[in-house]
């Protein structure tokens, strides 16, 4: 075999390599474990966010009990005078029975925010549970997507060890310089090497001279394609055309 047919196997072998390569790129698989892990992600951030509304109502909550705190004693104060019998003027028992009458008015006013509150704090609760529970299955979806997805992927990685395997049975017989000519055309090119077709270069199509199919034909040397740069190549035993 000469270098140009070891590499022509060794570029099919290569060429089924990114196939698999392909493959396990856009595998459904792998479509449908990265939705589920978006779908995790966006549960996540759902809780995170309501974990922080409930704590902006606990700091509410925490507001209201301190003030109906503080005005409940104001309000025993106040009431604690009108019983000790010290009251010695109209105006003051005026004064008093007003204050008490205010903080009546406030507690009252503390106890129905306390009751939104209350039905806000709920609600909340009410959806965390909702989404902790979607999260839950979502989980589940996630696990059974990742178990298809390897059992898949390892599959793919199986086909493509043997795959290596065998191109590399041919890359021992490559020379160094002819190998590192294949790597940087792959580097723009999927295909390397292109095959004479009616004249043509298969890679580009564009039309070649006599001569360079001629010199491909006796497999002097190495031959580019002067428009795509792909190694030419023509296989034995075809009739000339
Ligand atoms: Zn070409």
Not at 135 to 148: F, H, I, R
Not at 170 to 187: F, G, W
Request: net charge positive.
């Amino acid at each position: 075999m000469e270098q140009l047919d070891y590499l022509w196997n060794y570029q099919e072998l290569d060429l089924k390599m990114d196939e698999l390569n392909d493959q396990k790129k856009n595998s459904p698989l792998r479509k449908e474990l990265y939705r589920s892990i978006r779908y995790l992600k966006n549960q996540q951030k759902n809780i995170e966010k309501l974990n922080n509304d409930i704590d902006k109502k606990n700091h509410v909550y925490n507001r209201i009990l301190h003030d109906f705190v503080s005005i409940s004693n104001s309000l025993k104060q106040e009431e604690e005078v009108l019983n000790s019998g010290d009251i010695n003027s109209f105006k003051q028992l005026d004064q008093i029975e007003k204050k008490i009458l205010e903080a009546e008015e406030k507690l009252t006013e503390k106890k129905r925010e306390l009751t939104v509150l209350m039905q806000d704090m709920n609600s909340l609760n009410k959806k965390l549970q909702v989404i902790t529970t979607r999260l839950q299955k979502g989980k589940k979806v996630y696990e059974k997507n990742k178990e298809d997805y390897d059992l898949a992927v390892k599959e793919l990685d199986n086909q493509y060890k043997e795959l290596k395997a065998k191109r590399d049975r041919y890359k021992v017989e490559l020379n160094n310089a002819l190998l590192k000519k294949y790597e940087s055309i792959k580097n723009s090119h999927a295909t390397v090497m292109a095959e004479i077709d009616q004249d043509r270069c298969g890679g580009c199509n564009m039309a070649l001279a006599s001569l360079v199919i001629q010199n491909v034909k006796d497999n002097a040397r190495v031959i580019e394609c002067e428009n795509c740069g792909r190694i030419l190549y023509s296989r034995k035993g075809e009739p000339d055309s």
